[in-house]
């Protein structure tokens, strides 16, 4: 199979894509800039895509770049960002950072790459307290690290249940990895990225997997009513729609 895992620098995408690769799939890791994608190609890496996630022009050219190879059988959204208190961070697209980053930019890739067999969104049990807010997506009334990451989060799930709908023939499902000592969580973790990239990787290359799902330890689980609402799926896809200036196909 071949396969391309967002956010493959670092913790459990670096793990996704080395247990793929461990297995004989041909794995394309994606990296934020060049000076990263060189340090993963120095140490072994095949092919490295480079994509910042909060720019749309370098989330279309990493697109791009991915178009111009070979169709990919499966596409891990893994890359993900949890903001820093403080001010509400805003990117150069003028787009809150947060939901840029870990729900637009998917949508965007999803978008604009040719539909794979089996998509993976890794998400977050955080979702289990996000509220989609369709009227204040970015957070512009009022902004706190948490609830910008726990709806973003949502919002990237609301995002992996509509495609399974729109698509019936992909494999599409979420996934919360655990709590996992990475950069993000940091050392008080309990578990490694082994195991953060455990579900993922199963939901890569089981046989048969379902679709529309949300999965952490291999079982189904349910976390939050608002993401299987297909309204509200619908009015996400529109807004991602606006926001980036591409429908999905
Ligand atoms: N760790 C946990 O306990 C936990 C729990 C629930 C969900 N998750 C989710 O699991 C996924 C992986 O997280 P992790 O714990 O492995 O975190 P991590 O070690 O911080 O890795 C995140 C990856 O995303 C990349 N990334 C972040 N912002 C980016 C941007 N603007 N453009 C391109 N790449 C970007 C990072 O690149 P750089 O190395 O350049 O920063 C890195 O490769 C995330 O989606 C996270 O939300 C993690």
Sequence with gaps: ??????GSSDGIGAEIARVLDGRGHEVVRHARDEAKAARL???????????????LASTRAMAASLCA????????HNAGWLPPEGPRPVTA???ERTFQVNA??????????????????VS???IARGRIDL????????????SAYADSKLAMTAIAFAVA???PAVRCNAVHPGWIRTKMSGVAAPLDVSAGADTPVWLSTRDDPPTGMFFHDRRVVRLNEQAYDTAVQDALLAACATLTGTPLP
């Design 1 to 6: 199979m071949r396969v391309v895992v967002t």
């Design 41 to 55: 190609r120095d140490a072994g890496a095949g092919e490295v895509v480079v994509g910042d996630l909060a720019s």
């Design 69 to 76: 190879g070979a169709p990919f059988d499966v596409v891990v």
């Design 93 to 95: 697209d003028g787009l």
């Design 104 to 121: 637009l930019s998917a949508y965007l890739l999803t978008a604009l790459l040719p539909l794979p067999s089996r998509l993976v969104y």
């Design 124 to 126: 977050s049990d955080s």
């Design 135 to 146: 009227d204040d997506l970015q957070h512009e009334t009022q902004w706190t690290a948490d």
């Design 165 to 167: 709908r729109r698509y």
